[in-house]
């Protein structure tokens, strides 16, 4: 609930590209975490899900950026 409440405030402050821009790093840091404190291997397959996201929400805030000028 307040992960709801927090991302309702971003969007708010910051256009919606941004925030699900911040929030897309979400996945990175559990990833990065689990390796950090419970030991967990990390597979190229745990790395390619997140980085397939995160380029996807690049591209689309890149294109809006420039349909805007």
């Not at 919606?16 to 559990?30: D, E, F, K, Q, R």
């Amino acid at each position: 609930m307040l992960a709801e409440f927090l991302l309702s405030f971003a969007i708010r402050r910051i256009c919606s590209g941004n925030a699900s821009l911040i929030g897309s790093i979400g996945p990175v840091s559990t990833i990065y975490l689990t390796y950090v404190f419970v030991n967990e291997g990390v597979l190229l397959l745990k790395i390619a899900g997140p980085t397939l996201v995160l380029i996807g929400v690049l591209i689309i805030s890149v294109n809006r950026r420039h349909e805007g000028n």
